[in-house]
């Protein structure tokens, strides 16, 4: 994956989903509002070496206008488990505009569910908490330490579309686990199809303790296309189907 040259393994495996979606329009602008949808994938290889996987979530991004230094990040993610049942979580995140879109402070909301018995959802659990000085505070949960700056894995979805230099960083992936000594910088360029059209993506590879290298390709417009992170996946799609937390 250090290879300058290299693709990662399962990258043509899953460009050949974009083929039939639509390419995003220009680029609202940088502290903008914007909104995209993702397919979850989960991907894993065969015995003989084929990739395969499948849509097994979805995850729906808000963020609102940069409004004195900080935005709003409306989150929305579900991820299907063998049978009816999936996990269903609604998040909102305020972060600094800063460049690397630092995180300041959060509340989510977290479900268990059956489509095949809605009557037996597990209520809705809630959790949030801050970050300033170096220190995560979290209700319910000890502090944590994480360096700064300390990024939502979300948040790297805007945090990309303005990105011009390597950044390092502390993650915090989906609000549960401190990854420090993160790193994103530029990998190479790749072309994939949308709906018959050639579309050159610009690559950044993320790798630090706590992941497997994620790579992150980029529409010309700055929009994340596809995010290789990996036995997970996901691709951009502004149909890609929503499970959403329930009363």
Not at 215 to 234: D, F, I, M, Q
Request: charged share 20%; glycine share 12%.
């Amino acid at each position: 994956m250090d290879d300058p040259l290299s693709m990662p393994p399962a990258f043509a495996y899953m460009a050949r989903r974009l083929a039939s979606l639509p390419a995003p329009e220009a680029s609202p602008g940088l502290g903008a509002a914007w909104e995209a949808r993702y397919e979850v994938h989960s991907v894993h290889r065969e015995p003989l070496g084929a990739w395969t996987g499948g849509v097994c979530g979805g995850l729906r991004l808000r963020r609102g206008a940069t409004a004195a230094g900080r935005f709003g990040l409306d989150v929305g993610l579900w991820l299907g488990f063998p049978g009816p049942q999936s996990d269903r979580i609604s998040a909102q995140l305020t972060c600094k505009d800063d460049g690397a879109g630092s995180l300041l402070r959060w509340r989510r909301h977290s479900q268990l569910a059956s489509r095949s018995a809605p009557s037996l959802n597990v209520p809705v659990r809630d959790d949030g908490g801050g970050y300033s000085s170096g220190r995560l505070v979290r209700k319910p949960g000890p502090p944590l330490a994480a360096p700064p700056p300390l990024v939502p894995g979300w948040a790297l979805f805007d945090t990309l579309r303005r990105l011009n230099s390597p950044l390092s960083f502390t993650m915090l992936e989906e609000l549960d686990a401190v990854r420090p000594g993160q790193t994103l910088r530029p990998y190479r360029d790749a072309e994939v199809t949308m709906r018959g059209r050639a579309v050159r993506l610009r690559g950044w590879l993320q790798t630090g303790p706590g992941i497997l290298p994620t790579t992150w390709w980029l529409h010309e417009s700055g929009v994340p296309l596809l995010v290789l992170a990996g036995l997970r996946a996901y691709v951009y799609n502004p149909s890609a189907a929503m499970q959403e937390v329930t009363p």
